[in-house]
């Protein structure tokens, strides 16, 4: 029998990669519809604090929606208490540029004022982003960031396409680091980066950029993305996205107990507290339940390879078809996706792109190909969500400019934007419960109808959606919305039900 | 900006890398508590059949013992309707070397019946392992599966120590190859095999008997495993064991498709055919919830690198000190779990000697060191159970001798068994419901007790232990939901509505 050959020790110390903690942001973003409140994460916060991390998310994305729709709680709030119980955390958020936390484009002062509030409030790094991967949705933005003193992190949103390469990615790398981007973070929403695409464009942007830090941020809905994690610091990532084990996988992320433990004997290591990390993890073991009627029922999909569909976007056109009693159609929208996808100039699929794009599918499928254009629709069309990857069908283009009687623009989107904050902050200044801040004119200029209902209740105090699902909403104005038919899952049987906003 | 290098594109074409489909056997015995019937097995075969896959492991391991004791179903039935339902496909079964499928060290001749009757009802690959790694715990079995003209597979069970070597592995894959193993299974039952030794065991297994076909099995409790199966393909493993996504993750394997989609663009491929891979997915999912009830609680658990206490260990000693009013003493029993595996010579924590060095821990804790001794671990002190990977602590082999009035053996212990084959035909021979045939005899030879209950109901038929789900409720019969208050997104908008059944 032949002696095998020794493994070769190595006696350099391994590279020490950082971890980022999501568990206070889009672990419960992904997992329980943003739900968690502040009073549950606060348990949490001694041992994150503590734990080594690099950074730790724990603001922005949908939470600040949730915490004033939801759970009447003030957002500011939820950052400074996290500031005052991490005070050795460096502090992230997510931030989509020139959207901020809305869902449209604001005027450059808002974004100024808004990245100034959050840097006085205790933020630290400023992960930005746009659904679009158009840079010039991002610059304000970034400087904003700069301007503030604070780590400005630009962003790739990963997508796959025929015209999405390494070579495009590594070039948006340059866009984000010429406007002084201080680390780079290759985002990865949907869980469709494999281990070989990420180790070819960490790779390539470590190759071009060596000196610049990079972030490797992917979900585990597909199931794959431990592995890529792995292929990226071997190319060379600097930080990995992780959430506790506790509130771990399916829609969520990878472990990040996992994370530390696959790095064992390699060439890289992870250095977290292990004792923290049982603590942290601990702690959200007992906090999960409350929360499980929010419970995402995805435990792993690979279908969206396929497809091109992240789940939470079938669900949707799951339930848009049902609406318009056009279950049997959900196969044909499935097809019409990426027709519509590529007629837009391929896109990302992430908010708001893929909302937009799939209901245009579904009225492409209900009512003949663009025979109905949504205006959301027609404003990506027509270039007001920013450039889209690749040109747009000249054909759809000219039925939205029919279907909405606007122009085609190539400028940035919030160049055509008139000064709003003066109006913004005037509006706010006349609702009940206005406390007179900045922070509350913020609020009310990205959710002015929800800032209107929370600022009037915000004395009553957080009211936690835990274990008390029936009860917990509070009754929203919906004039607007018809009545449907819907098909609804409550515990675990679907039935349907006429449903109808109250008056 | 610079211009990064381009990706270097391969042109030869990818290596073929195998894939055993575990959904039939592990997948339901690691979530389901082995529970799930032939019947709902059934429906997934033709699929299973013609998707591709190196192999199908749908016998052996727990499924025996589960179908006489929960199922009333006959094992040798359902290995026959597999056969039937998979005519092309390689079906595989996990044995346990000298135990077979039972608990206890059976004669030779019995060995050599079972795995004739095995051959001739169908099975085509025999993956045989011992817990103990003694490897004359697995020749007899390996010489019986040669002689019936079927694929021996041998297997490393894979632990975690500080005897066990990656050259340690290497000397065992000889051993193994030396009595005629057709191929060369590492597995690893507990999700202890991170990235690096993955790689560094199988590179070096091929370096020496490049031409021996590899084999990866990994659990994917840790939620480190995926990206191990990755670099276990990096350093040259043939075939990787999954589970189809549905049936997958917790304390069950890393996703089939996952494990496909992983390899994309990398120098590896794994041919399945994606319809038929959705196809199964569709059925699991499906039947899944009719067993809730048998689910595995463990979403992911990486604990086990520090206490080497696997999950199912865990559970079964938390059951022990309960019903010793003692649920206090967890801590200190997984203290003293790593000592009495010392002293056992570091044997691999697998049933059965996980039980057994668990207890023992138990004992300790409760009663003082080893002042009650169980005779299951007098025997392991003994050799009773085989070679310890390390020398036993002698003191402690003192007490065993001592406790059960033994004498340590060093021969494999098969070798002190008399002849029992005609004992044991006789003695099923006599009881209600027995067939006649040799395979009647071997399920007597294995679980006497449960084949005697077994025989004398067989007659009545399988007895499934699902619960069968409520079909979608009409309209009519939802009286039992009240009126909610609940959130509902909506294009985008979330707004609350009132619901109620419609009467």
């Known amino acids: 029998m032949a002696t095998p050959k020794k493994t070769v020790i190595t006696t350099t110390a391994p590279r020490k990669v950082g971890i980022t903690e999501l568990v206070l942001r889009d672990a419960h973003q992904s997992l329980l519809a943003t739900r968690m409140s502040t ?9 994150i604090d503590a734990a080594g991390y690099w950074s730790v998310e724990c603001w922005g994305g949908a ?4 915490c ?18 991490m005070p050795n955390a460096q502090l992230q958020m997510l931030l989509r540029g020139q959207n901020l936390l809305g869902y449209r484009h604001y005027q450059d002062e808002v974004v100024d004022r808004f990245v100034k509030k959050s840097a006085d409030n205790g933020m630290d790094i400023f992960r930005v982003f746009d659904a679009m991967n158009d840079p010039r949705n991002l610059q304000h933005a970034m400087a904003a960031v700069k301007a503030a003193g604070k780590h400005a992190q630009g962003t ?16 948006l790398a340059g866009q984000l680091i010429d406007m002084g981007a201080d680390s780079i973070c290759l985002k990865d929403m949907a869980a469709l980066l494999k281990p070989q695409p990420a180790y070819d464009i960490v790779r390539a942007i470590k190759e071009v950029y060596g000196d610049t830090v990079v972030s490797v941020h992917c979900h585990s809905t597909t199931g794959v993305t431990q592995a890529s994690l792995l292929k990226a610091v071997e190319a060379g990532a600097d930080v990995l996205d992780t959430s506790i084990s506790a509130m771990s996988l399916g829609p969520g992320h990878n472990p990040t107990e996992s994370v530390v433990e696959m790095l064992e004997g390699t060439a890289y290591v992870a250095e977290l507290n292990s004792d923290r990390l049982r603590a942290i993890s601990a702690h959200f073991k007992k906090i999960r339940p409350k929360y499980a ?13 396929e ?15 049902k609406s318009m009693d056009a279950a049997d159609k959900v196969e044909a929208v499935m097809a019409e996706v990426p027709v519509v996808r590529k007629a837009a100039g391929y896109p990302p699929l992430v908010t708001p792109s893929s909302q ?15 025979a109905r254009m949504t205006g959301e629709f027609a404003d990506i069309m027509l270039g007001y969500y920013g450039a889209s990857p690749a040109p747009r069908d000249a054909a759809v283009v000219q039925l939205a400019k029919t279907s909405s009687a606007k122009q085609p623009i190539d400028v940035r989107p919030a160049d055509l934007l008139p000064p709003e904050w003066s109006t913004l902050a005037t509006e706010a200044g006349k609702l009940a419960g206005f406390d007179g801040s900045e ?11 929800v800032a209107e209902k929370f600022f009037s209740s915000r004395a009553a105090g957080p009211k936690s959606v835990a274990k008390e699902l029936a009860a917990a909403p509070p009754v929203a104005a919906t004039a607007a919305l018809a009545e449907e038919t819907l098909a609804i899952s409550y515990e675990g049987k679907t039935t349907t039900f006429r449903v109808k906003p109250l008056a």
């Open 293 to 305: 009627e929010f419970e995402s029922k995805t435990l792993v999909d690979t279908g969206i390879f």
């Open 356 to 370: 937009i794009v799939g209901t245009q599918a579904v009225f492409n499928v209900m009512f003949g190909k663009y």
């Open 68 to 85: 004033i729709r939801f759970l009447n709680e003030d957002p500011w709030v939820r950052l400074r208490t996290f500031r005052r119980l």
């Open 307 to 321: 497809s091109q569909i992240p789940g939470g976007m079938l669900s949707n056109m799951e339930s848009q078809l």
């Open 63 to 66: 939470t600040y929606d949730s």
């Open 39 to 47: 009073e549950d994460l606060m348990g949490a916060c001694a041992d």
């Open 156 to 171: 790739i949103c990963y997508t796959i396409s025929p015209v999405h390469t390494t070579e495009g990615y590594v070039k």
């Open 439 to 449: 922070e509350d004119v913020l609020t009310y200029a990205m959710f002015p109808q």
